[in-house]
C-alpha cells in the first residue's frame, strides 16, 4: 500500500529547516566561488539609448510606417475622464497596472505608401507644448524612418485639434510638407479656424488651428462622409469629439484597417465604459454615443485598428466585452 502523503506540523518543520539550510549552503558557496565580473566591470558600456520611434509593416500592396510625435501626459485622469466616479476610475486604472494619478497617451502617425503616394494620417503637437516637452518628435521620428518631409503627397487629419493639425508648419509658420495637398472636414476647418472664438475657453485650440491651417489653405481640401477621396482611404464622420471628428478605412490589396484618429482615447477607460465622457470632446454625449456605434461595427467586421492615442504602436483588433470593448495588441511583424 501506498504511504499517505501528510502535512503534519513535524513535516512542516522539517521542510521548512531543510529549505533555510539549502539556502545557508548556496550562500556559503557563492561567498567561496571564484568572483565573477561585476555589473560595474561589463565590457559593454550602458547605452542610454532608444530604439528608433518608428514601426514598420505590409497591408495588402502597401507599406505603412508608423512613427510618433511622442507620448502626451493629460495628468490626473479625474480632470479627463468624467461621468464616473474619480475612485472607480483610479480602480479601472489600477486593475490594469496603469498609473492611476497621471494618464499618459501616445501619438502614433501612420504614413501609408500605397505605391504611387505617401499618405500621413494626422501630424502631432508641433512647437506646442501644452502638454508638455515629451511631444513635437515628429521630425524626429521621420528621420529615423528614412522619410523625406518633401516625399509626403497628402496629409490627412482626423480633425483639427492641436495635437493632430500641430505639426503642418513649423515655428517660422512655413509649411513642414511642401509637397502635400492636406484633407480635413469643412466643418472642422471653420469651426476651429474661427477668429470668433479667440476669446473662448478653445483660445489655445484655435490659435493653434490657424496657425498651422491657414498658411496652407491653398491646399486644403475637404472630403465627404463615406467618400474615398483618396484611392484606398475612405472618410467616415464620428462626430461628437469634434464637429467634424473623421475615421478612416485604409484599404490595399484586399487587406484593411482603420485609422479611429480620436474615437476612443484610452484602450482602458473609454473601452471598457464607452460612455464615459472625455473633457475634450466638443459634444460629449455625442461623442459617446458615435463611440459605441463605430466601436461596436468595428468589433462586429473584425476590422483591424490603429488607435492614435493607445500604446505605441497602436495596432490590433477589438472585441465586445460585456457593455463595452476590449482591445487586442497585434504582434509585431518585421518586415526583413
Not at 512613427?67 to 480602480?91: I, N, W
Not at 490657424?210 to 464622420?237: H, M, S, W, Y
Not at 493607445?310 to 497585434?330: D, H, K, S, V
Request: proline share 7%; with cysteine; glycine share 10%.
Amino acid at each position: 500500500m501506498m504511504k499517505r502523503l501528510t502535512t503534519d506540523s513535524t513535516e512542516t518543520s522539517f521542510s521548512r529547516r531543510s529549505l533555510l539550510a539549502l539556502s545557508g549552503g548556496l550562500a556559503a558557496t557563492a561567498l567561496a566561488a571564484p568572483r565573477l565580473i561585476t555589473p560595474a566591470e561589463a565590457r559593454a558600456p550602458k547605452l542610454g539609448t532608444q530604439a528608433p520611434y518608428y514601426y514598420r509593416f505590409g497591408l495588402g500592396d502597401a507599406e505603412v510606417n508608423v512613427v510618433s510625435d511622442g507620448p502626451l501626459p493629460l495628468g490626473d485622469p479625474g480632470g479627463s475622464f468624467l461621468g464616473v466616479p474619480k475612485e472607480e476610475v483610479a480602480q479601472m486604472l489600477a486593475n490594469n497596472f496603469l498609473d492611476t494619478k497621471n494618464v499618459v497617451l501616445e501619438q502614433n502617425i501612420p504614413i501609408v505608401n500605397m505605391g504611387d503616394r505617401l499618405i500621413m494620417f494626422d501630424t502631432g503637437m508641433g512647437t506646442s507644448q501644452l502638454f508638455g516637452p515629451t511631444t513635437g518628435r515628429l521630425g524626429g521620428s521621420l528621420t529615423e524612418a528614412g522619410i523625406k518631409p518633401e516625399d509626403i503627397d497628402a496629409i490627412v487629419c482626423s480633425h483639427a485639434h492641436i495635437d493632430h493639425i500641430g505639426g503642418i508648419v513649423g515655428a517660422d509658420g512655413k509649411p513642414l510638407f511642401p509637397n502635400a495637398e492636406v484633407w480635413l472636414s469643412e466643418d472642422d476647418f471653420n469651426f476651429w479656424t474661427d477668429e470668433g472664438k479667440l476669446g473662448s475657453s478653445a483660445k489655445a485650440f484655435v490659435e493653434h488651428a490657424r496657425k498651422n491651417l491657414l498658411p496652407v489653405r491653398e491646399r486644403i481640401k475637404f472630403f465627404k462622409d463615406g467618400q474615398e477621396f483618396l484611392p484606398g482611404v475612405t472618410a467616415i464622420a464620428a462626430p461628437g469629439h469634434t464637429v467634424g471628428h473623421t475615421i478612416f478605412i485604409v484599404s490595399s490589396g484586399g487587406k484593411s484597417f482603420c485609422f479611429m484618429g480620436d474615437l476612443t482615447h484610452h484602450p482602458v477607460l473609454l473601452l471598457e465604459r464607452p460612455l464615459m465622457e472625455f473633457a475634450y470632446d466638443t459634444d460629449p454625449k455625442q461623442s459617446a454615443q458615435t463611440r459605441v456605434k463605430l466601436l461596436g461595427m468595428l468589433a462586429d467586421e473584425r476590422i483591424p485598428v490603429m488607435s492614435y492615442h493607445f500604446p505605441w504602436p497602436g495596432f490590433g483588433n477589438l472585441a465586445r466585452a460585456g457593455e463595452g470593448f476590449r482591445f487586442y495588441a497585434e504582434p509585431m511583424k518585421m518586415i526583413r
